[in-house]
């Protein structure tokens, strides 16, 4: 029976959850996940941990936060001042708004902080500087 390697499709079911317990993504209520190992389809750490693995394989695999989203980025927080908000949006802490990057794409941001003269928008993803464990079952080799 083969193994993964790089560059193999792969098709597999996970469970993706925090260090406390909670789970935050799972493939298991619908279709395998497929890519490209080795790729940089995935995060570095799940890529990792699906190499060597064959079919029926199961795992559990405990990815740090720099293999996975990698930490909070101070960079990655925005000072907004009221002045420059629509004026049909009256900002709460932690509502999710979407911000467009100069190339067009549309950004989803929170806002971690309301002042009175100006928000901060957290543009980093929202599992970054968390360390995550993955459940992972190898269904298929392509």
Known sequence: MSTVKKGDKVKVHYTGKLTDGTVFDSSLE???????????????GFDKAVDGMKIGDKKVADIASAEAYGD????????VPMDKLPADIKPE?????????PDGQALPVVIAEVNDDHIVLDANHPLAGKDLTFEIELVEIN
């Open 30 to 44: 619908r279709d395998p996940i497929e890519f490209e190992v080795g790729a940089g389809q995935m995060i570095a």
């Open 72 to 79: 909070k980025r101070d960079d990655m927080m925005v000072p």
């Open 93 to 101: 802490l932690g509502m999710q708004l979407s911000m467009q990057q």
